[in-house]
């Protein structure tokens, strides 16, 4: 034992100083989660559909196409994230990454990019053709005119109206900002080809299994007065930093969305322009502002998460100078007046459990050392907030307390289920952080706080 610990001295002491290094000035960690490439594809995409004035994009096609090159495995997919264990890909990721290639190929100059197309092209009829994709990325390739709207499921908007009391609101913290664009797009069946400059326009039919998708119907003009309250709840719903609810598939949805209105009621919310560049900065800046983590598919901001686990795991360690005391104090900042804990940046309307209870944990650790006033009271508050989200069943979920659909609302979107978890249910993880930070307080079942 003696041994072991001697050996792991060195890298312990290696551990503390890089983290430590990898601080900012105002005192955070950010370790952004990287989900895949095809993101990227799919908002190269996304551009040449929109064809937004006022906005420039940092992306650039080539790189893009070296690193879906590199990531390609041998059967011709791609993984949806980056794991090892994972011997084949994902049909969506391969889907949009085949477009992407397939669409751009002779804009990208430094490789040559048909084989990879090829090899793609015969994993997806493998795997059963693009109708074997799911809800979300058959509402993108609806968009972009290569598929129909036919089956997906359309949400009325009735259930986006606040006083009906089975409304939207039951679903959870990271549906919502998807749900309100995608009921709207549905509804007027948005469809656009993608149309290049000098080439063909985007064309998909040879990825059908059986047979190619024909347009019918006609894409419905929106209405100035009963869409336009579907546009007005999306304008409200933007957050600070421009992002719809933190991430960046549901900020595209709500940009598409509203180019859609501008486009033929363009007198009715002047806000609409400067709503979808502030929306394309914020997702621009998520995929190509993190150094060796642009073009992976960083799809939020979760800052203030990486910053409780760095500190935490330092303070583990015994660290408890200078550069925790700035954790701390920056997390006290970020408290919200109800005591939760925002994930990272856009969420600060919307604390979380997961965030809160390792946040309470870490603020204990460092109370003997801390300068703030009512430094205690806040503490306090974060653990009575914890309290009144539990839910029914005695667990916790991650942002709302009961948070579990009536049978009404799981029937209207039912569909959706293939692509996203669209409850707030309690789970086991996060029901034993809020236990461990009720247990680093030493409460027990008896306490009152």
């Known amino acids: 034992m003696c041994d072991t610990r001697h050996r792991a001295q060195p890298l312990l002491k290696n551990s503390l100083s890089s983290l430590l290094d990898q601080q900012d000035s105002q005192g955070c960690w950010s370790f ?18 929109l064809r937004f004035r006022g906005f420039s994009s940092r992306l650039d096609l080539n790189r893009l196409a070296g690193i879906l090159l590199k990531a390609q495995l041998p059967d011709g997919s791609w993984r949806q994230a980056r794991d090892p264990a994972l011997s ?21 100059s430094t490789a040559n990019v048909e084989p990879a197309i090829h090899s793609a092209r015969k994993f997806i009829l493998a795997a059963g053709g693009i109708d074997s994709v799911n809800q979300f990325t058959k509402t993108f390739l609806a968009l972009f005119g290569v598929r129909g709207w036919e089956d997906i499921g359309e949400i009325p908007y009735l259930m986006f109206l606040e006083g009906v009391p089975l409304n939207y609101r039951q679903f959870s913290q990271w549906v919502i900002p998807h749900l309100i664009p995608m009921a709207y797009l549905r ?22 299994a059986r047979n190619p998708w024909q347009p019918s119907g006609v894409e419905a003009a ?36 509203l180019d ?39 799809l939020m901001h979760g800052g203030v998460w990486d910053t409780i686990l760095s500190a935490q795991a330092l303070a583990q360690a015994g660290e408890m100078g200078e550069p925790l005391i700035l954790a701390a104090e920056n997390l006290y900042d970020l408290q919200t007046a109800e005591g939760g804990f925002p994930y990272g940046r856009d969420f600060e309307q919307y604390p979380d459990v997961d965030d809160t209870s390792r946040a309470l944990v870490f603020l204990e650790q460092m109370a003997p050392v801390t300068r703030r006033t009512g430094a205690a009271d806040c ?15 005695g667990g916790w979920g991650a942002f709302d307390k009961d948070n579990v659909g009536s049978r009404m609302v799981k029937g209207f979107t039912k569909d959706l289920s293939d692509s996203v978890d669209l409850f707030d249910e309690s789970s086991a993880d996060n029901t034993g952080h809020v236990l461990a930070a009720f247990g680093a307080y030493g409460l027990d079942r008896k306490s009152v706080v």
């Open 32 to 49: 952004p989660a990287h989900l895949g490439s095809h993101y990227i594809s799919l908002y190269a995409l996304f551009l040449e559909w």
């Open 88 to 108: 084949s890909g994902d049909i969506n990721a391969t889907v949009i990454n085949y477009a992407a290639l397939k669409f751009f190929r002779t804009s990208i």
């Open 187 to 208: 509804h007027n069946r948005v469809s656009r080809k993608i149309r290049g400059t000098f080439g063909p326009a985007l064309d998909l039919s040879e990825l059908y």
């Open 222 to 257: 929106p209405s100035a007065w009963y869409d336009g309250f579907m546009v007005k709840k999306l304008l409200e719903q933007q957050r600070k930093h421009g992002s719809w609810g933190g991430y960046t598939v549901s900020t595209l949805f709500s940009i598409a969305a």
């Open 260 to 298: 859609h209105f501008h486009r033929k009621h363009a007198g009715r919310f002047p806000a609409i322009p400067g709503a979808i560049k502030q929306g394309l900065e914020f997702v621009d800046g998520l995929y190509f502002d993190h150094g060796k983590g642009n073009y992976l598919g960083c």
């Open 379 to 393: 503490r306090k508050k974060g653990l009575r907030w914890l309290l009144n989200r539990q839910n029914s069943d």
